[in-house]
């Protein structure tokens, strides 16, 4: 039974996860964009067995917005056991290419909106001298890769942020954890041409994020078989690589 | 990710791509997406029906599987509404701990909602409370050009009739209203025995149905001779007393599709005689857990490979029950003649309860269940041989199982299919439905 606060609490990620923490009766405070999918991910959550759980819509690239978020939050919750950050957007990176408002707007989306929100967060929780930042970043962001290296920095940034992050709070005994997902069956991915063994269920990753959360893991690959295929990825040396189209 | 699904049989072997829909607002978006690049489409759940039924006739199915959240539980009285792509399992897994279980279940719990009542199952205890649409409390139903409505026995009751049991073809539903039973524990106290022929089949489903919740045979399918009949009778009801545990044991999947069926005359003679032997001639109690009871199969993840590449056919029909006795046999003749058949061949008699749904295949009767591995020959000699037994006998099959009965069988044994192709939506058609129609 823990206290949560979810950002992005309709993307299929961390609603895989709100399941399995409703399932142990947490009390969660969910925001999004989309008032009618808060709406039923909070009906889901309340008939698998959450002991309560509040809606707050709000876009979380509205930087503006976030602290009266977390004010809301935290008399909600009275304590926050665990933020878990997931929103995000996967952007076309031809478009970005092409259009310098697209590039910043997605790498806002992505990236520094998260940093603002994380910057917010990690405050509060080192206040409370308790609890763990979870942050979904992804494997993209190990490799600017030229299919997707626009999401790809937006995602280094978070990483390198949260590991900066993490050595900091963990002076004041909040926890940071990094969780990369390789390609995962959600909306997001809808109409990708991916290849079926690399593709991940929601719930299989939701039940490694939250094990990795109980663990305190620095950073966390989903599935686990990423950590290996990024590390060698991380191997290939820039002459190839510039030449690859991966 | 657009998805390459296929029915449970893999025969025939159509793979359909899949639209997801995580949300409800995603349904009508989608199906226009699908009407649009490809004229027709048709819901598709879990994949759980056998053959050609779930498969549509553009080869583009809506999938529902993904729309799978909870809208209202109420744990007090026993209701649960949930979207359509939420499985029986899921609900279990909840409703269990709380002191409910299903009024009626098929032999998974990997069928969605909305595909329990499109193909209107039945279960063990059919005898007793007839076919899933007797745990329906409504449904809303969604058509291409229509506002969504909601449907039950008093709302729009021609759609209710016609959506259950109606294959898919009414419109989409988006969510079911179900009502739950309570249970005072997740154990079943089951009864087990041998019988050696049908007439004792018949006597022990006389003796058992009038005492038991729930009943079942299995029949050792190629047993002839003396033999022929011979088989376990299975009865069971939820235990009075000990604690509600939600099956925890992980399923051990078939890892691999071999590229031919494990399932041959050699292995399954010799695993019918294995297990007939096995079972003991007196009456056995035992409890088990309602995992066990109700879905041994499910143990298995995946065991539709063992029949390899080509896949196979499920064979289930109803024979009314005057007629039942001297059918079955002619049926059983026939299959121990030509070898072929499954490990898992099950008899059970169906009760008098009607279904509201217009194309439910359950008739009182007793009705015969069983899969052959596929090959050229099933479909000009076996079963062939079969379908004339059971229009002979003034019976049916199951139309969520099947994947070779000709149209006039099927239009002769369910006069309400003009009804149903008259309220069918025009932009949902499948593979099943094109063939026996026509």
Known sequence: MKKILIVGATSAIACACARLWAADRSELFLVGRDEKKLRQTCADLQARGAKRVTTFVMDASDIAAHPAMYEKCLATLQTVDICLVAYGSLPNQHACEQSVEQAMEQFANNGSSMIALLTLLANRMAAQHRGTLAVISSVAGDRGRPSNYLYGAAKAAVSTFCEGLRARLFKSAVHVITIKPGVVDTPMTLGLALP??????????????????????????????????????????????????? | MTASLASWGNYPHAPQSGLPCHWQADIGPQWQQLIESHGTTLPFGNGRSYGDSCLAGSDHVLQLRPLNRFIEADWENGEVCAEAGVTLGEILQLAIPRGWFLPVTPGTRHVTLGGAVANDVHGKNHHRRGTFAHSLVCFELHRSVQSPMVCSLRENP?????????????????????????????LIDST???????????????????????????????????????????????????????????????????????????TLKLFNHLYWKRQSANRQYRKVAYSSFFYPLDNIEYWNRIYGRKGFQQFQCVLPASVAAAALAELLKSIARSGSGSFLAVLKRCGDIPSPGWLSFPMPGTSLALDFPQNTELATKLLPRLDAIVRDAGGRLYPAKDAHMSGSDFRQAYPAWKQLEAMRDPTLISRFWQRVIR
């Open chain 1, 196 to 246: 079926a063994l690399l593709v991940a269920q929601p719930d299989t990753v939701a039940r490694r994020i939250v094990a990795g959360i109980n663990r305190q893991v620095a950073v966390l690959y989903v599935p686990g078989f990423w950590g290996l295929i990024m590390w060698l990825i991380r191997l290939i040396p820039q002459p190839l690589f510039k030449r690859l189209n991966l």
């Open chain 2, 192 to 266: 087990r025995v041998r019988f050696d022929c049908l007439d004792d089949f018949f006597a022990l489903s006389t003796e058992m149905d009038a005492r038991h919740e729930y009943s079942v045979a299995w029949i050792d399918c190629l047993a002839s001779g003396n033999a022929q009949g011979r088989g376990c009778f299975t009865a069971g009801d939820h235990c009075e007393t000990e604690g509600l545990e939600v099956a925890a044991r992980r399923s051990l999947p078939v890892p691999i599709r071999p590229p031919v069926s494990l399932v041959n005359p050699l």
């Open chain 2, 158 to 186: 021609q759609w209710f009739a016609a959506t259950i049991g109606g294959l898919g073809l009414t419109g989409v539903i988006t969510w079911v209203r179900i009502r739950l039973r309570r249970i005072q524990s997740s």
